[in-house]
């Protein structure tokens, strides 16, 4: 069964490429270039299907979300468009509560903030 922060990575991923304007097709094969530095057609045929999958199945591992959204931050059409992905760190110098309490604010903020955009 996924966690919740696969399917919060998932969403945030599937928010940001709708407000760039992007399909998953599109996403795909940014992140092809990006992660493989290649454009040969038949691995971005499989890289699109392996990410569609990925961005629905609540088994996907965060990390791997995590680093497609690493890369998407540093996209400049991202940059231009003045869109800011969230990213939390764990410290793990605080205690845990304390951690879940400042993930939980950071996450309601975004919420805000993303709902203001559509007011």
Do not use: C
């Amino acid at each position: 069964m996924g966690t919740e922060r696969t399917l919060e990575l998932q969403k945030a991923i599937e928010s940001l490429i709708a407000r760039v304007g992007w399909s998953r097709k599109a996403l795909a094969r940014q992140l092809q270039w990006e992660l493989n530095d290649t454009d040969d057609d038949e691995e971005l045929k499989r890289f699109e299907e392996r990410l569609k999958k990925e961005l629905t199945r609540p088994t996907t591992k965060p990390e791997l979300l995590e680093r497609y959204l690493d890369v998407l931050r540093r996209l400049p059409v991202v940059e231009k468009a003045g869109l800011v992905v969230p990213q939390y760190v764990a410290t793990k110098h605080l205690d845990p509560d304390i951690e879940s309490v400042l993930m939980d604010l950071s996450k309601d903020l975004s919420q805000s903030l993303g709902n203001e955009g559509h007011d």
